[in-house]
């Protein structure tokens, strides 16, 4: 059959056989591009940068565990937690107050609001450590004090070389003076102990007295002032009272070498060392070793005599 074939071919049979081979690979190269293999996994389609889209980033669920992306604008700072209040901190104190003032030589004392005394200044003998209890009356001496408490008993501390702390009994009122002290009891008979010099009280009742340093004087139940003990300008007042001033009293305070009362009429006079009687009128007097100050009945204060500390300049 295929010599019959060949015979028929016009021109050379290797030429006619290359021909029919030619045709026959053309015929197999057609039915081939229906029957392609597809491209699988293992052979991918070959793509150019062309052809390749980036894709789109998929939205990415918030991860609790990571913080979120925040810029400066964003951030709003947090207000400071209140600190938890410290328990070893000390509460807050109000200011002591008071009610009731005596001034020694060196050192003060004072009745607070709560009938306490507190004391302050120099304490060379002791005059600063006041009693505990509760008080209505404090005179601060030279170097001791004494206070009646609020049961009318007496208390003194401080320095005792002449006895002066040696007090016993029920008072209306006391005052310290340098070496000795004196009181008034509730019958308004006077008792004085301690510098023999000046602890003879004479007899009679009183409503105010005062000690100083080497004399005493007190104001009668009929408003004259009496004193005794030494009067350091004179041989002694031995009760007859000689630089003593006529009149009806009120107050009396007596310091060191010098006396003032304020009278019935809120005058003041003044004996012994600076010895005057002062314009105006007052209602509280208190005098010292070297000068004296007085309030006004206008509450105005008034100081006197030497000022070599400044203790003439009140504010």
């Known amino acids: 059959m295929v010599s019959e074939h060949v015979a028929t071919v016009r021109g050379s049979p290797v030429r006619s056989l290359l021909a029919a081979l030619s045709a026959l690979a053309l015929l197999c190269s057609a039915c081939a591009g229906d029957t392609a293999p597809q491209a699988t996994d293992e052979s991918p389609a070959e793509t150019t940068e062309a052809d390749v889209t980036p894709a789109e980033p998929a939205a990415v669920t918030p991860d609790e565990t990571a913080p979120a992306e925040t810029t ?3 951030v709003t700072p947090a207000e400071p937690a209140a600190a938890a209040p410290d328990e070893t901190a000390p509460a807050e104190t109000q200011a002591t107050t008071y009610k009731a003032v005596s001034a020694g030589d060196y050192h003060t004392c004072a009745i607070a609001t709560d009938d306490t005394i507190t004391c302050w200044g120099d304490n060379d003998s002791g005059q600063l450590d006041a009693p505990a209890g509760t008080y209505k009356a404090v005179s601060a001496g030279s170097r001791h004090a004494c206070a009646i408490a609020t049961d009318d008993t007496i208390t003194c501390w401080g320095d005792n070389d002449s006895g002066q702390l040696d007090a016993a009994g029920i008072y209306k009122a006391v005052s310290a003076g340098d070496y000795h002290s004196c009181a008034i009891a509730r019958d308004g008979t006077i008792t004085c102990w301690g510098d023999s010099r000046v602890a003879d009280a004479p ?18 139940s009929d408003g004259t002032i009496v004193c005794w003990g030494r009067d350091l300008y004179r041989e002694g007042f031995n009760h007859e009272n000689a630089d003593v001033p006529a009149g009806t009293y009120k107050a009396i305070s007596v310091h060191g070498n010098r006396s003032c009362a304020i009278a019935a009429d809120d005058s003041i006079d003044c004996w012994g060392y600076h010895r005057q009687r002062l314009a105006g009128t007052y209602k509280a007097v208190s005098t010292a070793a070297n000068h004296t100050c007085a309030i006004s009945t206008d509450n105005a204060i008034t100081c006197w005599g030497n000022n070599d500390w400044g203790q003439l300049d009140a504010p």
């Open 72 to 74: 400066e604008a964003d």
């Open 203 to 220: 007899a009679g009742t009183y409503k105010a007295v005062s000690a100083g340093w080497y004399h005493t004087c007190a104001i009668a």
